[in-house]
């Protein structure tokens, strides 16, 4: 209900409390298929840092110096950007991370929420941004799984298990039409939206180190064979839930952490619809040739060609998808084995190095051309960790990497030794934010 106010004074306060809201100084925003921060445009270069938010908690998990001198590396690199889990849920599969942000509905760990807050802090002190994703269509958070738990009393599905992917998403899928799954959600979602930070003491809603909300990580309409039905219940989630970000936070871009074509069941058209609503701000795409099955690690030069075929079409395809809904888009995951697909730190990085060099060349040639490339974000960055066991299969108690715990630790972290990969990294950056510059 609107009400009338008498009092000038009091009118004239709320006046100039919505002039100052209304500063956008710092946030990150969309002109002209392009990101724009302060009047310039704003190109991405960065790292998937998904437990960075992990390493901030004070007690327990939290290794505070760790997080800075990770931070304080990625900035020397030229890294201003990197997207991090935000939420994560109590599960009982082995293959997914502990502790959690939430042990049940409605019951959130604090530490971590204040690691959080750590975390965002010191990205502000380095002028570096952050996408927080809010949810996961896969295991190792938790994630969409351990709703369904919740509510339907379900096992929690662990494909690590099972080997059954094709089941895995499609009963994923049903989080979606799960009526006390998605109240929950949005709940959840309203939790960490409206969080002020207990260390800066500003809201999220008014901090530009956010640079978007991300619906879930590599949310999917269901398996390869996801029907019409399934495609427009996916659909509307996406344009339901930005929206109703967009109601608690009309400051902040959201995007959906989409894969592309190989998160849509290869269908341009839902990926186009996905991505249509005015509240998704950007699109998103990720490129995984190993996981994919166009190249194998034991055979390098038998399959790069091949690899490489595919990955560039898949490259160029997504940015003219980009181009049609006059929207920026992000690469943001890619990644590739190691030498010979070894998890150890000593193994070589020659074929993952050329790969890198071909993902980013390709872009910079995209973006220079005037596309709505607005940059990328690698798989990802493992810095000081280090795998623990004879088997590099994370256990509770060990370092984090960029490797979740439903994967070998090593399989795609780039590390802080992998000294060409951080030279490339720290080359290409430069080349990106130059073409930024014209």
Not at 46 to 61: D, E, K, Q, S
């Amino acid at each position: 209900m609107q009400r009338k106010f008498g009092n000038i004074a009091l009118a004239a306060t709320l006046l100039m409390a919505g002039a100052a809201h209304a500063d956008n100084s710092g946030f990150v925003a969309v002109k002209d298929s392009h990101f724009e921060r302060n009047g310039q445009r704003y190109m991405i270069a960065g790292a998937n840092f998904w437990y960075g938010g992990y390493l901030g908690a004070p007690t327990g998990v939290g290794q505070r110096a760790r997080l800075v001198k990770e931070l304080d590396r990625m900035k020397a690199l030229g890294i201003n950007n990197v997207r991090v889990l935000a939420v994560s849920e109590k599960t009982a599969m082995k293959s997914a991370v502990s502790p959690a942000t939430t042990s049940a509905p409605g019951q959130y760990d604090e530490q971590l929420l204040q690691g959080l807050d750590f975390m965002m802090a010191e990205l502000a002190k380095r002028d570096m941004t952050a996408v927080l994703y809010l949810n996961n269509f896969w295991q190792w958070s938790g994630g969409m799984t351990q709703y369904l738990n919740w509510f339907t009393g379900s096992p929690a599905h662990d494909p690590n298990v099972s080997k059954d992917y094709e089941r895995y998403m499609a009963e994923n899928a049903t989080f979606y039409t799960n009526a006390r799954a998605q109240a929950e959600y949005r709940n959840v979602i309203a939790k960490i939206v409206q969080r002020t930070n207990t260390v800066t003491k500003k809201p999220y809603r008014d901090d530009p180190t956010i640079l978007s909300w991300q619906l879930a990580n590599e949310p999917r309409p269901g398996n390869s064979k996801a029907t019409p039905q399934e495609k427009a219940t996916y659909v509307k989630w996406i344009a339901e839930t930005a929206h109703y970000i967009r109601s608690l936070d009309g400051r902040h871009m959201v995007s959906t952490g989409s894969e592309g074509l190989a998160g849509s069941a290869q269908d341009a058209q839902l990926y186009l619809d996905a991505h249509r609503t005015p509240d998704i701000a950007y699109l998103t795409y990720h490129l995984w040739p190993t996981n994919w099955g166009w190249f194998d690690p034991k055979k390098p030069d038998a399959t790069w060609n091949g690899m490489m075929e595919k990955a560039s079409h898949y490259l160029n395809v997504h940015v003219d998808y980009a181009k049609k809904l006059g929207k920026p888009i992000v690469l943001e995951e890619f990644g590739l084995n190691r030498d010979g697909g070894s998890f150890d730190i000593k193994a070589s990085t020659k074929v993952r190095d050329r790969f890198y060099d071909a993902v980013f060349t390709t872009l910079e040639k995209r973006a220079a051309a005037g596309d709505p490339v607005a940059g990328w974000n690698f798989w990802a960055w493992g810095g000081a960790g280090r795998a623990a066991n004879a088997d590099y299969w994370w256990k509770p108690g060990n370092d984090f990497v960029g490797d979740p715990p439903q994967e070998e630790q090593g399989l795609y972290s780039v590390f802080d030794s992998d000294a060409s990969s951080l030279k490339l990294i720290a080359d290409h950056d430069k080349r990106l934010k130059t073409i930024g510059a014209k």
